[in-house]
Antibody, heavy 120, light 111 residues
Framework: EVQLVESGGGLVKPGGSLRLSCAAT????????MNWVRQAPGKGLEWVSS????????YYADSVTGRFTISRDNAKNSLFLQMNSLRAEDTAVYYC?????????????WGQGTMVTVSS | QSALTQPASVSGSPGQSITISCTGT?????????VSWYQQHPGKAPKLMIY???NRPSGVSNRFSGSKSGNTASLTISGLQAEDEADYYC???????????FGTGTRVTVL
């Protein structure tokens, strides 16, 4: 079964750090671009970051540039999001999602999400 | 990159058809045939319903259809059913330095 499972969320103080992980199973992870998307409580979806399969290409939303780092370990079928200098506005459910192939910009597989709460 | 504009809410009775709009610019919706639509039930992860403007992934009901005209894309749900009550988000590829922008989201209510 094609599946993505996020982990690593939790409660962190403002200015703190957290590292999210996403474990992929059921597909050839190293041939797909991957993404992080977040959703603040009661709010809409916000794209956070994308990484190509190789990973030659990396993109960030302006709201996280310079604070978040996306990475992947193709040998371990895993995607990561290192989050530093966390702010209250980073509080959200964080989803990892697979970019559909061939490329159309769509995210066809999503994880169940992991909650990140930034609060003192 | 500003979010794409969607109506906050749309409602309809069972069996009716409803249409959700998604308005962007020539740098996103209008510039590429890379508009997607997602359905999200409360507490659940989003689910891809439409990709590349009008294509349905395997397993998605043919009651869902997509289209685009200029800078505005649309999702139509025909034969509305109770299970269609959910939040719907559009997204588009964008040339504005980031590869993805989501819409503001639309709450669909089945009366």
């Amino acid at each position: 079964e094609v599946q993505l499972v996020e982990s690593g969320g939790g409660l962190v103080k403002p200015g703190g750090s957290l590292r999210l992980s996403c474990a992929a199973t059921g597909f050839t992870f190293n041939s797909y671009s991957m993404n992080w998307v977040r959703q603040a409580p009661g709010k809409g979806l916000e794209w956070v970051s994308s990484i190509s399969h190789s990973p030659s290409y990396i993109y960030y939303a302006d709201s996280v540039t310079g604070r978040f780092t996306i990475s992947r370990d193709n040998a371990k079928n895993s995607l990561f999001l290192q989050m530093n200098s966390l702010r209250a506005e980073d509080t959200a459910v964080y989803y990892c999602a697979r970019t559909r192939k061939p490329f159309t910009g769509a995210f066809d597989i999503w994880g169940q999400g992991t909650m990140v709460t930034v609060s003192s | 990159q500003s979010a794409l504009t969607q109506p906050a809410s749309v409602s309809g009775s069972p069996g009716q058809s409803i249409t959700i709009s998604c308005t962007g610019t020539s740098s996103d919706v209008g510039g590429y045939n890379y508009v997607s639509w997602y359905q999200q039930h409360p507490g659940k992860a989003p689910k891809l319903m439409i990709y590349a403007v009008s294509n349905r992934p395997s397993g998605v009901s043919n009651r869902f259809s997509g289209s685009k005209s200029g800078n505005t894309a649309s999702l139509t749900i025909s034969g509305l059913q109770a299970e269609d009550e959910a939040d719907y988000y559009c997204s588009s590829y964008t040339s504005s330095g980031t590869p993805c922008v989501f819409g503001t989201g639309t709450r669909v209510t089945v009366l």
